[in-house]
């Protein structure tokens, strides 16, 4: 079965730079959300999007901004980057407000 | 503020000794209760929700159950394999709010 697919899974970046993470998600799924999970912690809620349109928001920094495409994908755009932004994004998929379905993560390396 | 805890944070078992994980959970109107495992640096992997006190659900050789104040893994006779970090999440009924709130895992080993 398909599953939601994240690009890209490894990145690297300094400080300060930017970077865009893309998540794509199980096909006929209209809501994405957004995770950020920091070594040895539980995943933490950024924001979601249903159809389009931000559905709800969590501890999302001001220095990220996502949306939600006319196609479902979703990418979470990240500026400013500092050390403590280091950690493993994942993007989840579901069928309004039901299961959500993980992918398999971008891990964001700060230097 | 929904909050859910979990307990142990580790547990160490030898293969084929049962055993159960619990969950202890705060929440404004229960949408679900989930359940999901996660290997190191990947992506955590559905395996159940429940929805009411009372509800039960079986895979393998796990089985998920819920009262209104807690929920148990119960793991029976495990394998190698099952050694994972297991998640569960709570995800509440406030119109619009979509997110789900975790629990810090437990880390499980089974032994051979």
Partial sequence: AAGVIQSPRHLIKEKRETATLKCYPIPRHDTVYWYQQGPGQDPQFLISFYEKMQSDKGSIPDRFSAQQFSDYHSELNMSSLELGDSALYFCASSVGEGTQYFGPGTRLTVL | ?112
């Fill in chain 2, 1 to 112: 503020e929904d909050q859910v805890t979990q307990s142990p944070e580790a547990l160490r078992l030898q293969e084929g000794e049962s055993s159960s994980l619990n969950c202890s959970y705060t929440v404004s109107g229960l949408r679900g209760l989930f359940w999901y495992r996660q290997d190191p640096g990947k992506g955590p992997e559905f395996l159940f929700t429940l929805y009411s006190a009372g509800e039960e659900k079986e895979k393998e050789r796990l089985k998920a159950t819920l009262t209104k104040k807690e929920s148990f893994l119960h793991i029976t006779a495990p394998k190698p394999e099952d050694s994972a970090t297991y998640l569960c999440a709570v995800q509440g009924l406030i119109q619009g709010a979509q997110k789900l709130v975790f629990g810090q895992g437990t880390r499980l080993t089974i032994n051979p």
